[in-house]
């Protein structure tokens, strides 16, 4: 039995169209995922059947069979349809109780809040779900994961039946994500209805039942997943072939260093020892892949090599030429360029257009001014150019940065960053929260980069990342450098993820 | 307080009656410009408008007022007064002496006059100096000030050392070693017309040296200097206005300084055709323009009272002349050996 | 655009509500306003006076609004304008070169002055993380007290006054100022009933150059390597540092020219309007008006412009209300405040307009 139907449900903002034409039926108790790239109006969909935004004329939506007109998130909640943003909305100081009622405390006399049948209910939810969290925490105590479960538990006390899920994963650790599944399942057994928006391919294999597919804003499909394969998956969604995983030819073992950090130690924001004596060597035509969990110093050591924190002690010279604790700029003007982990606050100025990013550290430099003055046409041209090379879209060399998908934001970095001819690229989680066809472009413009003999950096917490495109792997722990394999170690190794993990967990070569 | 309630709804009054105004082509315009103090300052712009409400209800003039929130407002608000069609134009301060002297060149058929200036012999011959034999007021503030100090020593806080501050000064001065000759002074300018803080320090300051009776001519100043006093349970002699009800213990007299007399003076010249335009008018005690303050008689003993009318008789006949500057005052030091 | 719009409304729904208060005090709003927009075009020295109120209002909130772009809220505006007007008048009063050199020498370093006074508030920021609004606010007190400090400096301050000498007739910027009350001089304006009444006002260079500013920092920051970074700092910080860009210098160099832009502002005032400077009982107010301007002319050189006009024509012809209608000047602040008040919150707008639409859908249904 359908729970939800969209018939020809239609959103437009001024020109630009969100969807078009989505027909969609979630069945009660099913686990079904919504699979789009970014930007193909995934969100908004789940928006408008969150209420917070109402589609145009036309289309209609379904509820039990009835058609409904939802005009707020509240009358969407009264329904009885729940919704976890990705980016949770949760406030912080407060206590996970308190954030779990709030707007609709239970009251005592009319005027105090009743916290002790909210929390009966809240725990007979956990233990009926099997899951729990400590209500008393606040929530800035709280890692992402458990945050999430809160997130999930404040619609279930609001008695949702249908649950929407917005790139649930996107923001968790390996482990997170492994309970998420479980808490999953569980919802689905106790007669849940989840809907998810993803796409991560084997996520959808992992706990989905049914996936609808949907690109550019229109609706292509509708598939049980079971008899679906992930290329078929991934083929559907992006609209043509893709490769699930990079293809590199073999290097010739070279010699020659670019890069050398010698005996680096750099301290974190606290003053206490981040990345302690560390000595690594980038090879010409190389990828080197630096992995190891979330928080072991990548940052900082990223930080200390572009200039954005002074080291304490130790070298880093390229080429041969010193650049330690040079500033940012001359860094940039010795040819190391980066992707940075956060595009979104250090890879770009989101109010600034694709052409103003684009020579963000090269505004200075002829031909884009001259005397000081910007040469708007000089720009232009650089942008059509680059828009082209890179395929951005879209084309528009003056729409912000702000209005771009994660893949296109991510496009404009790499375009930047490679047209600027870099000895060294740094690509610090280069694909976070990109789809599989900005994965697969951007890893391949990764390996000509380093085809055209360059070093790459490439430092990442997927491991499969690492894994798919290093030709040597570091692994760091705790801000020391635990291991360096070799080409050959990588390729003789039978088992190299279990060997990767025993170094990034601490384990010393 | 009940009095500032009566003016205000005395204007608050005026002003109703004025949104249904209708224009004869006979009854004058008087129009003022306040300075920063704005209208409502408790003290000489205040009183200024008093006296033209007063000009309104004797005389019938249609009156109006600009004030002024900073020095730089002075010759935009002679101007709207000007297009306004007034037939006279009143400075209130001597702040504003530049703007209505420029105004005045610029506009040679329209009457100016301003409140505690003199132009002097340059005056122009459509502006009217109207200046206050202060130092009259402070003769005779001075002499009971000294006759009631009970230490022989009494005190005087001038908001800047200009002339019109001298004339109170020196006036003062002489009223007191007029009453005895051994009386003991400390002085201190406060550099500063609004710092009440600064007026309460230095009273404090001078009650430590002996004054237990102290005279202000300093505006707002002197409202730090009365709660000083108060506080100390000493007496204050206020200025311009009867300053008694800041503190109905303590304020023994006040040198007032009748600006409303004097604007409806000139203003009913002006209806009689006698504006004596191009010169400076000094109004004294017997054009009732200085005075001691009415409150005065509750304070003090009325054999002291009896002294101040025969003092009074005496500078109107001419027989005492009042010092208003320092050489002046050293002459009239000798004349009492 | 939209902006735009947002301005246009937020006046009118302020002048609807300045009207409200306006009868409340027992007056005619249509009278009022009828005075306000006699008072305020009528006649030519009243067009005069009103852009000579302008002058500083621009240059003000050219000032904010620049400081704005780089993600800095200047307050310190008023402390700046007191800087630039103290040492015009300083340098304006010792200095009698010939005016050709007086006029920029007096100009300029009073900018400068003004400059290292907001510097300071953004190298404090820079170099201690201290709040630019916070610090700005107590510069501004500081210059005020230091402002009374000078006037009183024995030689400069005019005897027998609360206020300076005058600077010498080689720094002022008032047009024809002899010329027109000489005797040649009245006589032509005599004849020449327009420019006797425009020429009444002290008229003056001011606004000419307020006008070059406008186009300057409009050209900075669109058109200039300099002002790029300065904007990208103010959009983000970490992104700029990232590309290169010296955020901290960036931040003092905007709070400097920021400064530079209000100590203009007093500069001018001095040179063709006041001449001079006097005791501070409190702020004037040209520079948190400034706040204001850059407010309602959303932060851009040619809105601010418009909304310097705006405002300085408001706070003209308002003043016309006491004498000719007896309101209290107080309306006038009130209704000003107003106009700000819609502007701070253009979301207030959503509203109504949500409410419209939905009216519009459900008649539909």
Redesign the interface.
């Known amino acids: 039995m359908a729970i939800l139907e969209l018939k020809n449900l239609t959103k437009s903002f001024g020109s630009l169209r969100a969807y078009h034409n989505i027909n969609l039926t979630v069945m009660k108790g099913e686990v079904h995922a919504l699979l789009g790239e970014n930007g193909a109006g995934k969100s908004t969909l789940m928006k408008t059947i969150y209420g917070e935004h109402a589609p145009d004329s036309g289309g209609e939506i379904l509820l039990h069979q009835k058609k409904i007109k939802l005009?707020s998130t509240a009358e969407a909640i009264a329904l009885g349809i729940g919704m976890v943003h990705q980016h949770f909305r949760l406030v912080r100081p407060f206590s996970v109780l308190q954030n779990i009622i709030l707007g609709i405390e239970p009251k005592k006399w009319g005027f105090l809040i009743d916290y002790k049948s909210a929390r009966n209910k809240i725990e007979s939810i956990m233990a009926e779900f099997n899951f729990f969290v400590d209500l008393d925490s606040k929530i800035e105590t709280l890692t992402v994961g458990t945050q999430q479960r809160v997130e999930i538990l404040k619609i279930l006390y609001r008695n949702a039946e249908l649950l929407i899920l917005d790139e649930p994963t996107a923001v968790l650790t390996p482990q997170e994500i492994k309970d998420f599944y479980i808490i999953i399942k569980n919802l689905k057994q106790k007669g849940k209805t989840i809907l998810i928006i993803t796409h991560k391919l084997h996520e959808i294999k992992e706990i989905a039942d049914r996936c609808t597919i949907i690109r550019k804003g229109e609706f292509i499909e509708t598939l049980t997943v079971k008899d679906a394969s992930e290329q078929e998956l991934a083929s559907k969604m992006v609209g043509r072939e893709v490769l699930l995983h990079a293809v590199k030819k073999e290097v010739s073992p070279t010699d020659i260093c670019v890069l050398e950090i010698k005996n680096l130690n750099v301290l974190n924001s606290k003053k206490l020892p981040a990345i302690k004596d560390f000595n690594l060597i980038l090879k010409k035509g190389f990828i080197t892949g630096l992995a190891g969990i979330d928080g072991n110093g990548q940052s900082e050591l990223v930080q200390a090599l572009?200039g954005?924190k002074k080291s304490e002690s130790g070298s880093v010279k390229i080429n041969e030429k010193a650049i330690t604790n040079l500033?940012?700029?001359?860094i940039?003007q010795n040819k190391l360029g980066?992707i940075?982990e956060?595009r979104q606050?250090?890879?770009?100025?989101?109010?600034?257009s694709i052409k103003?990013n684009l020579v963000?550290?090269t505004?200075?430099q002829i031909p884009?001014?001259k005397y000081?003055?910007?040469l708007n046409n000089e720009l232009n041209k650089f942008a059509v150019k680059l828009i082209e090379r890179f395929d951005i879209r879209p084309t528009d060399p003056e729409i912000k940065a702000r209005n771009l998908s994660g893949g296109n934001q991510q496009k404009v970095i790499l375009a930047r960053e490679i047209e600027h001819n870099p000895e060294v690229l740094i690509a610090f989680q280069p694909t976070r929260g990109l789809d599989v066809g900005a994965i697969e472009y951007i890893h391949s413009e990764l390996i000509k980069l380093r085809d055209s003999g360059k070093a790459v950096f490439l430092i990442s917490y997927e491991l499969d990342e690492i894994l798919s495109l290093s030709d040597e792997i570091a692994v760091i722990c705790e801000g020391k450098l635990t291991a360096l394999l070799s080409q050959q170690e990588i390729s003789n190794n039978k088992n190299l993820k279990e060997t990767l993990g025993f170094y990034m967990a601490g384990g010393i070569k | 307080m009940r009095f500032n309630g009566v003016v205000l709804s005395a204007i608050l009054l005026v002003s109703l009656s004025l949104s249904s105004y209708s224009l004869k082509a006979a009854t004058l315009k008087v129009g003022m410009v306040t300075d920063v103090g704005g209208v409502n300052d408790q003290s000489f712009n205040q009183s200024a408008w008093e006296g033209l409400q007063k000009t309104k209800k004797d005389l019938g003039i249609k009156i109006s007022y600009q004030e002024s929130k900073q020095d730089a407002d002075y010759p935009a608000n002679l101007e709207t007064l000007y297009d306004a069609k007034n037939d006279l134009i009143w400075g209130i301060g001597f702040k504003m002496a530049d703007a209505i002297l420029l105004a005045a060149k610029q506009n040679p058929k329209q009457k100016y006059a301003i409140i505690d200036y003199s132009y002097g012999n340059k005056t122009p011959p459509n502006v009217l100096g109207v200046m206050f034999k202060a130092e009259e007021g402070a003769f005779l503030s001075g002499y009971l000030a000294s006759k009631m100090s009970k230490t022989g020593s009494v005190g005087f806080i001038g908001g800047m050392s200009v002339p019109i501050i001298h004339s109170f000064q020196y006036g003062f001065k002489a009223g007191a070693l007029y009453a005895n000759k051994k009386i003991k002074f400390n002085e201190q300018y406060a550099e500063s017309f609004t710092d009440a803080a600064k007026g309460k320090a230095i009273a404090n300051q001078m009650i430590g040296k002996g004054s237990d009776v102290i005279f202000h001519a300093a505006g707002a100043v002197g409202d730090g200097v009365i709660e000083a006093v108060k506080e100390k349970n000493k007496m204050a002699v206020g200025v311009d206005r009867d300053q008694n009800y800041l503190a109905p213990n303590n304020v023994i007299t006040s040198s007032m300084k009748r600006i409303d007399n004097a604007i409806y003076n000139v203003v009913n010249d002006l209806g009689k055709g006698t504006f004596k335009g191009g010169t400076t008018i000094e109004y004294g005690l017997k054009d009732g323009a200085v005075d001691v303050a009415p409150t005065t008689s509750k304070m003090v003993p009325s054999v002291l009272m009896e002294d101040i009318s025969k003092l009074k008789k005496s500078i109107v006949e001419g027989k005492l002349k009042i010092p208003a500057t320092s050489s002046a005052f050293a002459t009239f030091v000798k004349s009492l050996k | 655009m939209k902006n735009f719009l947002v301005s246009l409304l937020s006046i009118f729904l302020g002048l609807l509500l300045g009207g409200l208060v306006l009868k409340l005090s027992g007056i005619n709003p249509l009278d009022a306003y009828t005075v306000m927009i006699e008072g305020a075009f009528s006649q030519p020295n009243y067009i005069s006076y009103i852009i000579i109120r302008s002058t500083p209002l621009i240059l003000t909130g050219l000032s904010v609004a620049f400081a704005f772009k780089t993600g800095l809220f200047n307050i310190g505006t008023e402390g700046q304008f007191i800087v630039g007007a103290l040492t015009a008048t300083f340098l304006g009063f010792y200095f009698n070169f010939n005016p050709w050199l007086q006029i920029p020498v007096v100009m300029i370093l009073s900018c400068f002055a003004s400059s290292l006074y907001g510097g300071l508030a953004g190298y404090l920021k820079a170099r201690f993380g201290v709040h630019e609004v916070l610090s700005t606010i107590m510069l501004n007190w500081l210059a005020l007290y230091l402002s009374n400090f000078f006037v009183f400096i024995e030689g400069f301050r005019r005897p027998d006054t609360e206020t300076t000498e005058f600077i010498n007739q080689s720094a002022s910027i008032t047009l024809l100022e002899n010329w027109k009350v000489s005797e040649s001089g009245m006589a032509w304006l005599e004849n020449h009933t327009f420019w006797k009444s425009f020429l009444r006002p002290p008229f003056n260079a001011g606004i000419f150059i307020a006008l070059i500013m406008v186009f300057l920092i409009w050209f900075i920051l669109e058109?200039?390597?300099?002002g790029?970074?300065l904007?990208?700092t103010g959009?983000?910080q970490?992104?700029?540092?990232?590309?290169?860009?010296?955020t901290n210098l960036k931040m003092t160099q905007a709070m400097m020219i920021s400064g530079a832009l209000s100590g203009l502002a007093g500069a001018l005032h001095v040179m063709g309007v006041s001449k001079n400077v006097a005791v501070l009982a409190a702020h004037e107010g040209y520079g948190f008006d400034g706040i204001a301007v850059a407010l309602i002319g959303s932060n851009h050189p040619v809105g601010v412009l418009l909304s310097g006009f705006f405002l300085g024509t408001l706070k003209y012809s308002g003043q016309k209300l006491q004498s000719a209608l007896e309101a209290p000047s107080e309306v006038i602040s009130i209704m000003i405040g107003v106009i700000i008040f819609f502007i701070a919150i253009p979301s207030i707008f959503n509203w109504p307009l949500k409410i419209l639409s939905?009216i519009k859908k459900e008649s539909k249904q």
Do not use: C, H, W
């Open positions: 005009e572009t954005l500033t940012p700029l001359e940039y980066m940075p956060d606050r250090v890879g770009l100025v989101m109010d600034y103003e963000l550290q505004i200075d884009f001014s000081g003055v910007i | 058109k200039t390597t300099f790029f970074k904007k990208a959009f983000s970490l992104a700029s540092r990232y590309a290169g860009i010296n939905r």
